[in-house]
């Protein structure tokens, strides 16, 4: 399978491979070691019935998501647009559309809903939200100010429903398999995060009127939006701060304007963030950008003992652990199925929940590597179908806190070009 890729990069035709290989403890697998995986451990059990506040370009995404999660029902999509109602009709035919939020707030029927709006417009919707008594995901940022984050993460603390950011690359079974690497011995200790999110979209939108085309283009002002490291880097911080296992102590960046320099923008079209500071003295190298889609989003997690590269490949997220030359076994590879990329053999990594899995049985009972934003939309659901406080979600208020900070943070170090520090009480909620 070998193909002129970089050695950074997953291989594009992974996807068509059986995925086998898990990362396991260290200790040598048995045929009968644990259950079968099941698709079903990320998904609600009985129908979930959800209102999506937000139907721009993402909201749209969402909606294609959800269609896919088992259980899930999209009873209504709203938009202050009422030029997104055809476009809606497309990706979630069967639901109903409505201009105003407070009639998804007022549905009875409706448990869930989902906030995918302009960041600088969560905090009111979030509020009201957890008023109405509704469970509540919130995309990613939370908040371009300080001021809105601490307002969203504090009604979040004190609800009584279920609160979950939209950090979905950490919602992935396969992000587990990663972070658990770093803790069995399989690249030992980490040493540098590599990490992408490219894209190629000009956040500068006509219109039929000024006031609208500024509306559409809120990405590109920095009143509301804290461009690239915040819209794009918040979900690749968040990967950081947990395969890491800390947060850093310091970020030194830089932005520019590239291919979108002439569209009059006030945040930059591409930023860079080095943070340093992790557990260990590791590192965490940051690009983000709408100028550039060449191989969109991936991490790659260097290790003393191994490296593993992590990547979405369309509708799918595909992973390689590299283990260094020299390198004893710790008896499980051998089950593993390999690949070679450049001439380096990469076990194939494959996502699987808790229960874990039987060789004898894995070929069949494999979960499918689906879009982080699969399993994030489907666990939001399960935990509303359990309807059981001790059941949290997959990811809280408080990591997205924590990220959101040093998003704000990161900005303002790209905007100055400088090092910006954290100190402990940054990470505290007043």
Known sequence: MGQDIPRRHFLEGAAAATLI??????SKLVAAEGEPVKETDELPMHEVKLGLIGAGMWGKEIARSLAKVTNATLKTVCDSAAVEKGKVAQ???????????????????????????????????VLDAIAAGKHVYCEAPLAVSMDDLTAICRAARDAQVVFQPGLQRRCHPLSKRVKSATVDGSIRQAV?????????????????TPERAKERSWQAYADTSLGPIGELGIHQIDIANYWLGSKPKSVTG????????????????????TYSGFTGGARAVVESTVGSSHWG?????????????????????LGYLFKESGVASAGWEVYAKKADVLGELGIIMVATPPGGFSIERIESGHMGIMEPLHYALGSFAKRIDLNDPAQKPLV????????????????????????????TDDFKLA
Do not use: C
């Not at 869930?112 to 969560?122: E, N, R």
């Not at 540098?192 to 219109?207: E, F, G, I, Y």
């Open 21 to 26: 290989a898990a990362l396991a403890s260290g």
């Open 91 to 125: 990706v979630a035919p069967k639901a109903d559309f409505v201009e105003d939020y407070r009639k998804v707030l007022d549905d009875k029927a409706i448990q869930g809903v989902i906030i995918a709006t302009p960041t600088h417009l969560h905090k009111q919707i």
């Open 192 to 208: 540098l995060l590599r990490s992408q999110a490219r894209m190629r979209v000009n956040w500068m939108r006509n219109a039929a």
């Open 254 to 273: 830089f932005g520019a304007q590239t291919t979108w320099a002439d569209s009059n923008w006030e945040v930059p079209d591409t930023s860079f963030a």
């Open 297 to 317: 989003n991936a991490e790659e997690l260097v290790g003393v003992d191994g490296t593993v590269l992590f990547r979405d490949n369309n509708e799918k997220t």
């Open 396 to 423: 809280g208020w408080q990591k997205a806190f924590e990220a959101n900070v040093i998003a704000i943070k990161s900005a303002a170090a790209i905007r100055d070009g400088k090092t910006v520090d954290f100190a």
